[in-house]
């Protein structure tokens, strides 16, 4: 295969370890420190597949604790106020760092533009330090930024990555929307607030695995519907309220036909432009959706696959959230991509192995994190558009680095077969770096909210735990949630000028004047909980990366879902729900 570098000696101790595998069980090393680790678990006929396509060993950790630690390589909501460690700087910044990371941490513009270079912390490796310490030490030294965005993104700076965006608020993964507020992932969509995973809208609050919609709240995994609310796994509905599984349909109210002024009359009945009205109708809603079945793996279009929330796949096996993909195993969090393993996070890539927020046409790509446009690298971090690089962070544009060490073509070779070999013999080769290099705090990425942990467990594991901070509501007058007007109409400019405590953490935080219009315009009460809180909660109905076994309500085969806390849903397998619904 085209793929094999050119390393003699490491090859030679590699090949009998590939040709030696066959099925077998293996004890996963994090088995006394993970709360998730999975203990045992099988290295299967597929899995020596891939592993043989990669030229990798078998992985030492069980699939749990290697997604676990590709997820603390993201952090989808959480911003800070910390120092810039830029030369010279003297005001805080907005990062996603944390404050108490020990990473320097340049502010973006600086990161990009400033009078620095990667190359100068490049040394050559020296075996007696011991690769991950040499590499952690390089980490510490590189500079890392103190976000990433897009430069075609105007107006949203408290934004995470995505492209083409306008006025992203609090969000992160915005593409081609204007407008986003409090959001996680939006392709398309204009107007959006408080919502996840939404596509090809506008107008919408509180919306979670939508798509092609406008003008509505609280709806989860709904298409083509107008100026409805409370609505679960419609289609094509418009003017409905506290639905669930509908399909063409007006004036529906809790799943029951009326007129067009009954229906009128009701709504404004539920007064949704309060917090009291809303709360009264939550829990008849959500009563509503769980007396009836749902669709348990939320797949469409899934052939060959295994795993939840895939859609238009093939061959994928152990996945979630996987979409316009072939041959993937153990995927994450993926979009048109093939032929990989072990991956989080990832667009139009391929041929990738044990990598976090690898991306953007990246090929042959190994035990990495957070680069772009990379091709026949590893262990590689905060890079972009390089190639033939291995053990480097914070690169742009070059080849033939390891170390942050420049070399020749030639000289490239020889100096990484001398490290690989190194490597194969101490065991130390194959899998991603561990937890301690990833520039996010355990509670404060993904991984604290598919796995979450105690300060104690993420310190057990090797991780950064950080403290909420809320360093910059000092001195601004605060407002208990209690205090905080019921209905929007009554909601003054002045709560602008306040930090609303947080019902449930305590935490303060702030309304901005976009938000109060978008509240205004729309008849939604001012929230009182935290945005962080907010998004956090939204996953208990999105799915949040992990599979979980339970079995048809209808028919009792067994199944994978999304859903969590079985006991309140009827899940239906695919076929079953077929039947029934559509
Ligand atoms: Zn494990
Ligand atoms: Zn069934």
Known sequence: MGMQPKTPQFDALLQPILDALVPHTRTCRQKDISKYCEGDFDITETDIEFLRMFRVPPPPCCPTCRRQ????????????????????ATMNIISFVPPNSPLKVFDYEYYLEGDWSPLTYGKLFEKEVGFLEQLYTLRLAVPQPAITRDPSNINSDYSINGKNSKNAYCSSAVFGSEDIWYTLLAHGCREIMDSQAVRKSEQLYNAVRSRSSSQCSYIYFTQDC??????????????????????????????????????NEKVASMKMQTRSGVAKILPEFWALVYANPVKASRNENAIDCSGVAITNSKDCTHVTDCEKSEHERYADSVIGHKDSMDIYG?????????????????????FS???????????????????????????????????????????????????????????????????????FAYN??????????SEEEIKMLGALWQPDVDSEFGGIATVNARDVPDSIDDAKDDILDKAIICEESGRPFRIIPSELQFYRRWKIPVPIIHPYRRMKDRYKYSGAGRSYHANCSKCN??????????ENWILYCDQCFQEEIL
């Open 69 to 88: 630690r590709r997820y603390a390589y993201n952090n989808p909501v959480h911003f800070y106020k910390r120092k810039n460690d830029a030369p010279e």
């Open 226 to 263: 107008i100026n409805s609310h409370f609505l679960y796994d419609c289609r094509n509905c418009q003017d409905c309220f506290g639905c669930v599984n509908l399909r063409n349909k007006r004036y529906y109210f809790f799943n029951k036909e009326l007129t067009k002024e009954e229906y």
């Open 346 to 366: 990832t667009g139009g890539s391929e041929l990738l192995y044990e990598t976090s927020g690898v991306g953007s046409g990246c090929s042959n790509v190994k």
């Open 369 to 439: 994190a957070q680069s772009k446009n990379i091709t026949d690298s590893e262990y590689i971090l905060n890079c972009r558009q390089c190639d033939h690089c291995f053990a480097s962070v914070g690169l742009q544009n070059k080849s033939f680095v390891i170390f942050n060490k420049q070399f020749t073509e030639e000289e490239y070779y020889i100096e990484l077969d001398r490290v690989k070999m190194i490597l194969i013999n101490s065991g130390e080769y194959g899998e991603l770096f561990d937890f301690k290099f990833s520039p």
């Open 444 to 453: 404060g990425s993904f991984a604290g909210i598919s796995y979450p942990l």
């Open 557 to 566: 085969v067994e199944l994978e879902t999304i859903y969590s806390d079985q």
